[in-house]
């Protein structure tokens, strides 16, 4: 086995973090060196790993901003042109001082793509979401028409960096918002994907990457009392949404079902009072340990909790607050796994005659614990972390040569 330098190259996002931490921490396990790059606010998370950390020098927005701008397409896209207008020319000189045998980005770190083409090093592009390209059937004519609209306005700047970072770059480096590479692994399983003539030999399907050793922080959660158990989660960025806490408590107070509600560490629960007396309610609870004893899941849909809740077998309501989580929601809805509720912008908003009425339905449906053990089963076998490593390794093995050791 070669061992390699690799600069893994990221944004500041829970969502597309997450699944690299047990990645990049078995590539160090392996002998591999590992400079990853990301804001400030997530040096702990990952130099847990016992990756090299490395910040951004210049501007780059909170885990906040990056979920704020996510709710739209338009607005996520023009956030990422901004990033790659900031970090570009910085990245490439960084890399000509590092000499990484390999770069591994995210898909959305256009820097990434075009540091590794200007420099010529080989690249690998990590996928934490649908590819969209050639996805048919995604979101429906009237959504992808809605978007079309708000789009129009904002082409001009687009078409302004496009025609700058050419100028800057080259134009066999710069491509679109959104480009991969020669290896691109996708972090979902291929029949849980939807239906797709886009992705070919270059992608790589290889599951959620979940392991609990990676999250932080580390406690123990075990349900009491017996009957059905329902989490409730909007996820670590979109949690201070008291009016819809307000409509489960309203929808569930007499429910026959104990409810584990999950309200992110910036929520002043006392303010929630009154609780229903079915309701636990905390700042943080270790998902992966709650999905586990669970018979539904009411989430926001982000695509690791989605992943979570299917790799257990647990039916969702999924309530999305944002674009990306739309797409993850109707995928779900779409195999049978779940429902889809709140999809009309402005996302989010439903009654709690709507919860309720769902929830009866997917406790009572049992093909949606079918589907979702089954699409879980799909998650499962698809290898998760350590495929990931696997695939990354051959790469190295094929494209990156180290000479041995005399």
């Not at 770190?109 to 050639?134: E, K, N, Q």
């Not at 290896?183 to 797709?196: A, G, Y």
């Not at 307000?246 to 009072?273: H, M, W």
């Not at 809740?309 to 797409?327: N, R, S």
Request: glycine share 6%; charged share 20%; with cysteine.
């Amino acid at each position: 086995m070669n061992m390699a330098k690799i600069a893994f190259i990221n944004i500041p996002a829970h969502g597309h973090t997450n699944p690299t931490l047990p990645v990049v921490r078995e590539l160090v396990n392996n002998g591999h060196e590992v400079l990853y790059y990301s804001s400030e606010e997530f040096r702990d998370k990952i130099s847990k790993t016992g990756v090299e950390f490395r910040p951004y020098k210049h501007w780059m927005p909170s885990t906040k901003e990056v979920s704020e701008r996510m709710h739209a397409m338009i607005d996520a896209s023009l956030m990422f042109i901004e990033m790659s207008e900031t970090h570009t020319a910085w990245m490439i000189e960084e890399m000509r001082r590092e000499q990484p045998d390999l770069i591994i980005y995210d898909t959305t770190c256009m820097w990434g793509y075009i540091t590794a083409r200007v420099l010529g090093i080989p690249s690998i592009c990590s996928i934490t979401h649908f590819v969209l390209d050639g996805s048919k059937s995604t979101l429906g004519f009237g959504a992808i028409f809605r978007h079309f609209l708000t789009a129009i306005p904002k082409l001009p700047r687009i078409i302004q960096w496009k025609r700058k970072m050419t100028t800057e770059f080259g134009k066999d480096n710069v491509g679109g918002i959104t480009e991969y590479a020669d290896l691109n692994i996708v972090f979902t399983s291929q029949e849980f994907h939807p239906e797709n003539d886009f992705t070919d030999e270059h992608f790589h399907f290889v599951g959620p990457s979940i392991d609990e050793t990676t999250r932080d922080p580390a406690q123990t959660f075990q349900l009491t009392g017996e009957g059905k158990a329902v989490y409730i989660s909007l996820g670590t960025i979109n949690n201070l949404k008291s009016d819809f806490y307000r409509t489960a408590f309203e929808a569930f107070c007499d429910y026959p079902a104990q409810f584990i509600l999950s309200v992110g560490k910036n929520t002043d629960i006392a303010a929630l009072q009154p609780i229903p007396d079915n309701f636990t309610v905390y700042p943080y609870v270790p998902q992966l340990q709650v999905l586990q004893q669970v018979d539904a899941f009411i989430t926001h849909g982000g695509m690791n909790s989605v992943h979570e809740g299917l790799y257990y077998g647990v039916p969702e309501i999924v309530v999305p607050q944002q674009m990306e989580q739309l797409l993850n929601g109707f995928r779900v809805n779409q195999v049978g796994a779940g429902i889809l509720l709140g999809e009309k912008a402005p996302y989010g908003r439903v009654t709690a005659s709507e919860l309720r009425s769902l929830l009866d339905k997917i406790l009572s449906d049992s093909s949606y614990k079918q589907q979702a053990e089954h699409y879980g089963k799909t998650l499962r076998d698809a290898g998760g972390y350590p495929q990931a490593v696997r695939e990354i390794e051959a790469y190295i093995n094929q494209h990156v040569m180290t000479p041995e050791p005399a």
